[in-house]
T-cell receptor, first 113, second 117 residues
């Protein structure tokens, strides 16, 4: 069964610190892996999209990595800001569908001043 | 340009009533998705529209749920005889083309928060 699991479920860090969020998936074969940021009360916003052949992709202070062999991805946030408080969702697109996406449950990140 | 819009932003209804939720996708986007998100949980796929093709309704949880889309424009999600377990945020997303293996981005609306009392 295609699944995407994220850890930790929630995380609290101090402003200015770095953090890394984890994503493990069983989707195989897969086409691409995405990370979304969802602020409270808003819809998700795309941060990065990586194809199966990419190892890393950055978007400002966000850097996503992908290891297709171990079926793991991580999202690293550098020099966290209060505005980074949100849920971060890992999403995997199976190769056998041109529109289906497998969504993780998300990691709730809280940045404290 | 304008993003995806949804209305109403909040809806409180009594159990047993019907509700209709609306989604206006980004102009020119052929693909449209509806998702449900219960409090503290991940997104749950409901239905997918692509142009004039038959929609994928495989995610609709019961026959009380239905959705329509006219061409590549507005979509409505209707829930009949609402139940308390229908309480959730209903999110709509659109993308230029099918947003799966093609890597097209999905753009989300702000959602409709439905509360069934």
């Amino acid at each position: 069964k295609n699944q995407v699991e994220q850890s930790p479920q929630s995380l609290i860090i101090l402003e200015g610190k770095n953090c890394t969020l984890q994503c493990n998936y069983t989707v195989s074969p897969f086409s691409n892996l995405r990370w979304y940021k969802q602020d409270t009360g808003r819809g998700p916003v795309s941060l990065t999209i990586m194809t199966f052949s990419e190892n890393t992709k950055s978007n400002g202070r966000y850097t996503a990595t992908l290891d297709a062999d171990t079926k793991q991805s991580s999202l690293h946030i550098t020099a966290s800001q209060l505005s980074d408080s949100a849920s971060y969702i890992c999403v995997v697109a199976p190769m056998d569908s041109n529109y289906q996406l497998i969504w993780g449950a998300g990691t709730k990140l809280i940045i404290k001043p | 340009g304008a993003g995806v819009s949804q209305s109403p932003s909040n809806k409180v209804t009594e159990k047993g009533k019907d509700v209709e939720l609306r989604c206006d996708p980004i102009s020119g986007h052929t693909a449209l998705y509806w998702y449900r998100q219960r409090l503290g949980q991940g997104l749950e796929f409901l239905i997918y529209f692509q142009g004039n093709s038959a929609p994928d309704k495989s995610g609709l949880p019961s026959d009380r749920f239905s959705a329509e889309r006219t061409g590549e424009s507005v979509s409505t999600l209707t829930i009949q005889r609402t139940q308390q377990e229908d309480s959730a945020v209903y999110l709509c997303a659109s993308s230029l083309r099918a947003s799966g293996r093609s890597s097209y981005e999905q753009y989300f609306g702000p959602g409709t928060r439905l509360t069934v009392t």
